[in-house]
């Protein structure tokens, strides 16, 4: 609040406690509200007062309340008028010194105190009001700056934004073309999978009929070989691929493997030119066997074919030499025809056909063959006598019918006979009604152990009081399914126990096999055909 003026006042008779300033202060807020006072006579004048008087300013006490007049009509509202931009703010200027203590005025006159009370409630009010409008016109200042920056960062994402659309307009043009590159593309996938297709079933019919014809040559050949194996038991039998390796024969041939030397001991290509065969002792069979060659001896024929062009060699064993990996042995070629192949994995029925031979050790009668004096199968003229009246005194020799005839008469068949019998996976001896073996597959064991089996009659019998035959067959069925159907070797006293007989696969697997697991739960059909009593 200012310092009071000290001045004189104009109506010192009124309120002595009033400075000049404070005097004024009223005076002015009465004549704003239309009232005036003549201080000297009391007299109070108001524009909106109706009564007797003879002028504005000569107007009596009013007598009565006159008549109010009608509302008038409301005005229009007035345009909101722009917002003028705020001003800086000025430096606040230096505090200047305080003045001197004015004289302590004079009493000022009384006045009404209510319209006082009135007057100064108003100008309080006024002076919160006023205070209330500088803080929102600050408030306001604030919320515009914050607006300014916020429509300067969206003016900011408004340019990105149009460059990042330019951008995309650009990529989707893009895409369309190389969608159109995509769509050609895969018009010719289509075409070229359905020419695929015609050319996949022209080829599944090709391979069935294909693997019609391996199949008859197989059977063909499987029953081919149970004729041979009848009159010339194998010794040793084994599959072996061919090994690359050239040059001179000095180490051994890879796992699974042979190569050829000729009689230089240079490695030869020819079944022909052959002097020395050298064998990895384990061959390329799945899963592979490994071979001793323990009953290869002098004098027994060597085959090896070759299933691919019919390649083989037929020769005689002169010497067998075991090394720690590999034997080596020294043969009489008696004939040959082509030589190794190079390797082949095309499927036939399933199977890779790998490049390689089919080899067999075996015996047949005692002198020299003449290969071109044999018999053939087909075609040809065969001249000569076909009987043989010489002495039977090996297992290798002929012998005449009658002889066979007799022999027929003695021979006998052994088998389950509908009996509960077993597989037992132990390596111990078989106990009766059970069999044993030295692997559970089908398709690679090659040693079978029996102690009983059953007669024509229906008896049980021991095995140990029978023997094999060159012709003796042996089968074993799940079922009505054909597990195993060989020729046998080696029937002997089991190596498990003296109660129970042993014996071999006439080659290096079964003839037939399905390649099934055997298993504990089951119970088997088991057939010895061609067995005599002891």
């Given amino acids: ?44 004048r108001a524009k909106n007062f109706i009564g007797g008087g ?27 008028g722009d917002q003028g931009e705020k001003g800086d703010k000025g430096d606040k200027g230096d505090t200047g010194d305080k003045g001197d203590t004015g004289d302590k005025g004079a009493d000022g006159a009384d006045v ?69 590159t995509l769509d050609g593309k895969v018009k010719k996938n289509e075409t070229d999978i359905s020419t695929n297709k015609s050319n996949i079933t022209a080829n599944a019919t090709t391979i069935a009929s294909v693997s ?27 599959h072996w691929e061919h090994d690359p390796v050239e040059g001179m024969a000095a180490r051994a041939p890879i796992e699974g493997a042979y190569y050829l030397a000729g009689n230089a001991t240079q490695i030869v290509q020819k079944f022909e030119e052959t002097h020395q065969i050298y064998f990895h002792n384990v061959d390329s069979e799945e899963p592979p066997q490994t071979h001793t060659f323990d009953d290869v001896t ?28 590999h034997t080596v042995i020294d043969v009489t070629v008696v004939k040959a025809e082509g030589g190794p192949g190079e390797e082949d994995d095309t499927v036939v029925s399933g199977a890779s056909v790998r490049t390689g031979v089919r080899v067999k050790f075996f015996n047949l009668t005692e002198g020299e063959i003449d290969l071109d ?18 002495a039977s005194t090996s297992n290798n020799h002929l012998v ?55 007669d024509s009659s229906g008896s049980s019998i021991d095995c140990k009081n029978y023997n094999a035959t060159a012709g003796t067959m042996f089968e074993l069925w799940d079922g009505t399914s054909l597990l195993v159907k060989t020729s046998i070797r080696d029937w002997k006293t089991s190596t498990r126990g003296s109660s129970s007989m042993m014996f071999n696969c006439a080659g290096y697997k079964p003839t037939v096999y399905a390649a099934e697991y055997l298993s504990e739960s089951k119970i088997y059909g088991v057939v010895l055909t061609n067995m005599v009593k002891k």
């Fill in 112 to 180: 009404d105190s209510i319209q006082l009370d009135a007057i100064q409630a108003e100008l309080a009010k006024q002076t919160v009001d006023i205070s209330k409008n500088t803080s929102d016109i600050a408030a306001n200042g604030v919320r515009d700056d914050g607006q300014d920056t916020k429509i300067g960062a969206l003016e900011t994402d408004n340019a990105a934004n149009k460059t990042a659309i330019a951008d995309n307009a650009k990529g989707v043009s893009d895409n369309e073309s190389d969608i159109a």
């Fill in 298 to 325: 002098e004098g027994m024929y060597i085959e090896m074919f070759e299933g691919l062009d019919s390649s083989f060699l037929l020769g005689v064993v002169e010497t067998v030499t075991k090394g720690s990996s």
């Fill in 54 to 80: 003879t002028g504005l300013w000569d107007v009596g006490e009013g007598t009565g309340e006159g008549p109010k007049g009608d509302d008038g009509d409301k005005g229009d509202k007035g345009d909101q």
């Fill in 212 to 238: 019609t014809r391996v199949t008859s040559a197989e059977n063909d050949i499987i029953e081919l070989e149970e004729e041979i194996e009848a009159l010339a038991p194998s010794f040793d039998r084994g």
């Fill in 373 to 390: 004096g044999y018999m053939k199968t087909s075609g040809g003229i065969f001249t000569g006598s076909v009987s043989y009246n010489g």
């Fill in 1 to 44: 609040m200012s310092e009071k003026i000290n001045k004189p006042r104009q109506n010192p008779d009124v309120d002595s406690r009033l400075s000049y300033e404070e005097e004024q202060t009223q005076v002015d807020l009465l004549q704003r509200s239309g009232i005036s006072i003549d201080w000297t006579s009391g007299t109070i």
């Fill in 400 to 454: 005449p019918k009658s002889y066979v005839d007799a022999r027929a008469k003695e021979l006998v068949t052994l088998h389950s006979g509908g009996n509960t019998f077993k597989f037992n996976s132990s390596s111990n001896a078989p106990n009766s009604n059970y069999f044993t073996t030295v692997s559970s597959l089908t398709s690679s064991n090659k040693e079978w152990h029996f102690r009983n089996l059953w």
